[in-house]
């Protein structure tokens, strides 16, 4: 199981083992500006049922009118003024992102750092991945380039034994836990989606985050909550996740404009299959609203099908993906 491997990639470099392990596992044998919106857009500061509006309705108003139809009508599902702000014309659409997700061991603080841009509407993205120093046995690791779509994952310069030219193919609805860290990015729309199961959710204050002025909201989600709620596009990766992983609450903190914009989210996520929890901490920035994105998914013909080597974490051993 990926969770697993995430547990034996041991100590400082369990995050490692998600993006290098656990990917490979998985996947051998497989085929802006700050804007002003006012109340109009946001929730009051007396928290209570207009935080969890604002919150729940992130991934709306990151895509569009269209992702309130889309999500259904579950628990996690956008009304009220959630849908009225994904109707305002401060929807987002597309944005640059950042990302990084990390972990802390023996005092060792181990993170993989993603930078790109993604389309909400069309659930697309394009991530360079930046592995840290010595993450496998090995001092440098060419950047992975990394392709996002509903229900899969490409990557470019994934696995020994891969040629440059091909890409390796991952079903993110057949991984433990959705894809939602083991490829070192948490989706952003997934990150968004994952706000739609938030039962719990404090309104922190104002401050100001790269000179936008946002809102702190901080929480507890449910996965299988957000499941049940998500657009049709992500509904699959995290059913995936609320069957994969051991415990579906997942704290969060997260950072809105005055828009309605989520500008920033950070999830931890916890993992305690055996011995002590491991704990991921996943963050994705948000900026330039409205960029324009191109990502042109790879043919059949550019996609490698054959065994792909790996390495176990820390040290020089390969063997093949099972």
Aim: net charge positive.
């Amino acid at each position: 199981m990926v969770v697993q491997q995430h547990r034996s990639g041991g100590g400082a470099r369990a995050v490692c083992a998600l993006a290098l392990m656990g990917v490979m596992a998985a996947t051998a044998g497989c085929d802006g500006g700050g804007g002003g919106g006012g109340d109009r857009a946001m929730a009051d500061e007396r928290g209570g049922t207009d935080s969890l509006d604002a919150v729940r309705g992130a991934a709306a108003v990151l895509a569009g009118p269209s992702a309130v139809t889309s999500a259904g009508t579950g628990t996690g599902a956008v009304t009220g003024r959630a849908a009225a702000r994904a109707g305002a014309p401060s929807v987002a659409g597309s944005a640059e992102v950042r990302t990084s997700m990390e972990t802390a061991a023996g005092g060792t603080r181990v993170t993989i750092r993603g930078r790109g841009t993604y389309d909400f509407r069309n659930r697309t993205g394009r991530l360079t991945v930046v592995l840290p120093k010595d993450a496998a046995g090995e001092d440098e690791h060419r950047p992975i380039v990394e392709l996002l779509a509903p229900g899969a994952l490409y990557m470019m310069n994934r696995g020994a034994g891969v040629p440059a030219d091909k890409w390796v193919r991952v079903d993110t609805t057949t991984l433990v836990d959705g894809n939602l860290v083991t490829g070192g990015v948490t989706d952003p729309m997934a990150a968004a989606e994952l706000l739609r199961g938030a039962r719990e959710v404090e309104y922190v204050g104002r401050t100001v985050l790269a000179g936008v002025t946002v809102r702190h909201y901080r929480g507890i989600l449910d996965i299988g909550r957000a499941a049940r709620g998500a657009s049709p596009e992500s509904r699959g990766t995290l059913t995936a996740a609320a069957k994969g992983f051991g415990t579906h609450t997942v704290p969060f903190d997260a950072y809105l404009d005055e828009q309605g914009r989520l500008r920033k989210v950070r999830h931890r996520f916890s993992f305690a299959n055996e011995g002590p929890a491991v704990e991921v901490v996943s963050t994705t920035l948000l900026s330039g609203f409205g960029v324009p994105v191109s990502v042109r998914l790879p043919d059949d013909r550019d996609i490698y099908t054959g065994k792909i080597e790996q390495r176990q974490a820390g040290d020089g051993r390969a063997g093949s993906g099972a």
